[in-house]
């Protein structure tokens, strides 16, 4: 997948590929070493979740210490950073904004102290009911979802209480009030806690750590990078609670309805992660299978955008038979930079990320292969690269149905009219990016290349169902296509 804003609102330039998903959490409890750097490789496998900030909250059992800023994982923090945050337990965070803007008072964990009690939070996610909660809350201005959340579960913590459960009582007590999307990782000086909301948007997992503790991630990987063996998921609805006794779990509802983002499967996911038991690159490699299954084409060679798009185009090419070739090179250190382009670099943006192999593309049929397509002009001008590198023909395919509902979840696409197959049909599309064909892989056919479909998952970007009530804008929609 390629993205088409290179410059935000700010005027930073984002060169990151991709849509931008909401955030990546994770949280770890040991019973005698120090978590800071603990947490800091784990954020460091889930940095594509998020490159706006980062943010690590620890307690030594008394304190919480957080500290976050904006940037990357490896640009926030140094080891003066991290050893500052003392204490065997703790929680982090990278994030992507979808509701309120990127800033300092922005970026996570959110901390609260109430009396003695010390609370912060990281979120992944997006609710749906933001206006309604800061209403009820009487909270006026700018705010973002997770600090709502934040304040609603200071305000039902109950200090006085004569055991230690203020924490995750107050969450039972507020949680109910969320709408949307919420994988959480919350603390105080004591216990971390873990928890999704009914329908699993957003992925969450427990993994136990060797030498004794437990680690919670939003994906697998990022339990392979700190060691730690992959327990379960966390299941839609369920918050599990971790101190000095184990491993507690609640419900947060009796009726949950697992719809994990499909998203996930599709792109968001590092291939090396696991969901719903299935690993994330053998599913995508399936898709390219299904795709030249359903759209074969007529090529010479079979060229993946990269990197998203590199297992299924690998699928796509074993199952058609056409050789697979490097035709495009990712810049491997992208990032996202703060200094201002001048106009005629911002027009040659796409160079920046993706700069063509021509040995690779003269004179052939490229069949060139992407997870999606979401807004579409990157995807003509990369079709246009790929021609002026000599191609006779470039055949698109996408290992997705054509993406025509908003997300309201946590993927930064809640503008309709910035989505290219909300305004247009396949062929025009087609003739948009200024292909010779294109084809998608059919809805049916991705929910079967994930080989998990009865899982439950969320297809509302693809198929206009939403599993919850969402905004006035997308109710709009509904009734558009009823
Ligand atoms: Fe994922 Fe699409 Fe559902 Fe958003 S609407 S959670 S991107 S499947």
Redesign the pocket.
């Known amino acids: 997948m390629t993205y088409d804003e290179d410059v935000t609102e700010e005027g930073a330039v984002q060169l990151t590929d991709g849509p931008r998903e909401a955030c990546g959490v994770f949280a770890a409890y040991t019973p005698r070493q120090r978590v800071s750097s603990l947490i800091y490789f784990g954020l460091y496998g889930l940095q594509h979740r998020g490159q706006e900030s980062a943010g690590i909250a620890t307690s030594n059992g008394e304190t919480v210490t957080v500290f976050k800023d904006l940037g990357l994982v490896s640009q926030v923090f140094d080891e003066p950073a991290l050893a500052g945050l003392d204490g065997h337990l703790g929680i982090g965070h990278t994030r992507y904004s979808t509701t309120g803007s990127n800033n300092w008072a922005n970026a996570q964990p959110a901390h609260r102290q109430v009396g003695a009690t010390s609370i912060a939070l990281g979120h992944n996610g997006n609710l749906t009911n933001t206006s309604e909660l800061a209403e009820r809350l009487g909270i006026k201005g700018a705010t973002t979802d997770s600090d709502l959340m934040a304040e609603g579960i200071a305000r039902a913590i109950d200090d006085e209480r004569s055991d230690d459960r203020g924490l995750e009582m107050a969450i039972l007590d507020v949680a109910s009030t969320w709408e949307g999307?919420f994988s959480l990782v919350i603390m105080d000086q004591g216990r971390i806690v873990g928890l999704r909301d009914p329908h699993g948007?957003r992925p969450l997992c427990l993994g136990a750590l060797p030498e004794g503790g437990w680690v919670l991630a939003s994906e697998t990987a990022a339990l392979d990078l700190v060691g730690a063996r992959f327990v379960r998921e966390v299941a839609a609805g369920e918050m599990v609670v971790i101190d000095a006794g184990g491993v507690h779990s609640y419900q947060l509802t009796q009726t949950p309805a697992p719809?994990l983002?499909?998203?996930?499967f599709v792109y968001f996911a590092r291939p090396d992660s696991q969901m719903y038991g299935r690993g994330i690159h053998a599913a995508r490699r399936q898709m390219g299978e299904a795709l030249a299954a359903e759209h074969p084409a007529e090529g010479d060679v079979v060229v993946p955008v990269p990197e998203s798009g590199l297992p299924a185009a690998q699928g796509f090419a074993a199952a058609s038979g056409i050789p697979y070739a490097d035709g495009l090179v990712k810049n491997r250190y992208i990032g996202r930079t703060f200094i201002e382009p001048s106009q005629s670099l911002r027009d040659r943006g796409i160079r920046l990320k993706l700069n063509p192999i021509p040995d690779n593309l003269r004179g052939k049929r490229v069949v060139l292969v992407d997870d999606s397509i979401v807004r579409g002009s990157t995807t003509r001008k990369l079709v246009q690269m790929i021609r002026d590198a000599g191609a006779n023909e470039v055949h698109l395919r996408v290992s997705s149905p054509p993406?025509r509902?908003?997300?309201?979840?946590?993927?930064d696409?809640s503008d309709r009219s910035t989505l290219i197959a909300a305004r247009l049909e396949v062929d025009e599309i087609r003739d948009h990016v200024g292909a010779d064909s294109l084809g998608y892989l059919s809805l049916e056919g991705l929910l079967e290349a994930t080989g998990v479909a009865d899982a439950g998952?969320?297809?509302?970007?693809?198929s206009g169902n939403?599993?919850t009530d969402v905004a006035e804008a997308a109710d709009k929609f509904q009734l558009e296509r009823s």
């Open positions: 999307a948007f719809g983002c499909l998203f996930e993406y509902w908003p997300c309201f979840y946590g993927m696409t998952f969320c297809t509302a970007c693809l939403y599993p």
